[in-house]
């Protein structure tokens, strides 16, 4: 059976992504829903907390990698005084991390934020890519930047922001929420639109960060922001996850699946009644804590910039608030908290 009829049903491919099979004898000529895919999530791990002199009352936008035995946490911080900034943290294990240390990153002193953290293997560094604006950086400054470390422990390493392009493309309606994974022959960018796109553009591994090509449309659904893709352990399968509005819950996740970064992308758990991660299919404790499956990540099998996640061991980063919280406050003003949703 040739590769183009390797992706199944949604219900069988929820499956196989959960018990970790790969049989391409599973074929369905069109996608279906599934009620497969369940989660149950831990009481919040991290809560925002004054850090380096701002009083912050947001953590959000979670980038996780696990690497000398520590996890090493990259997240989003807001406050009044100081609107954005990225946070970083380290800890052994989950219960030690909200008494941890925590450090806001001195590469950049003004707005930067939503941050991705990977090994990239061909340069031997630790890149930081993210979305920030800098008035140096020309008309119209908030674009993708990135930044680069030899030691991810020392949040004092990190070099200074750089954008990613020289401008904005004119060819896009909206760009947030930037996503770099890679295969072998390139990297590739994914950023969203907050109108239901997902864009694409592209560049070689030999120059990388550099020379992206021009966007291209990658998907267009009923989606809102924050999209991330992986690659499926020991597959040739990309999974993307993404974020909407107002389903079960105020924000939830969808997904999505292709056998290239390049697409084409067909609906996994995609809708709002058979979504990837939502409150229709999150078991929480008591009481709940939040009514939002919002901004997270997956937690990656390795650390480099192949970005692959282990179908057996599904877990999720994420970051939650209740509508108590969230009622008659500014998108800014919400208290996000992260917690961790697990694959039952």
Known sequence: MNASRSLFSCSMYVGIILSGIYDDRLVADEPSVSDSLQWTSSAPLLTARAVDGWPWHSVKDPSIVRHGGKWHLFATVRGTERSHAIMYTSFADWPDANEAPRRILPMHKTYFCAPQVFFFEPHNKWYLICQASDESWGEKPFRPAFSTTDDISQPDSWTPLTPM????????????????????????????????????????????????????????????????????????????????????????????????????????????????????????????????????????????????????????????????????????????????LRAN
């Open 165 to 340: 392009f020289k401008k904005r493309p004119d060819n896009i309606p909206g760009w947030i929420d930037f996503w770099v994974i890679c295969n072998e022959q390139k990297a590739h960018l994914f950023f969203t639109a907050n109108n239901g796109q997902m864009w694409r553009c592209e560049t070689s591994l030999t120059d990388f960060p550099n020379h992206w090509s021009r966007p291209v449309l990658a998907l267009e659904d009923s989606v809102f922001e924050a999209s991330h893709t992986y690659r499926i352990l020991g597959k040739d399968q990309y999974l993307t996850i993404i974020e909407e509005q107002n389903g079960y819950g105020f924000r939830y996740y969808k997904s999505y699946v292709s056998e290239k970064p390049e697409g084409p992308w067909k609906p996994l758990a995609a809708s709002k009644d058979e979504a990837f991660a939502s409150l229709k299919n999150v078991l929480q404790p008591q009481p709940r804590w939040t009514d939002a499956i919002s901004h997270g990540e997956l937690i990656r099998s390795g650390t480099n910039q192949r970005l692959e996640v282990d179908p057996a061991k599904l877990q999720f980063l994420f970051q939650g608030a209740t509508n108590e919280e969230k009622q008659g406050k500014k998108y800014g003003e919400i208290p996000w908290q992260l917690g961790l």
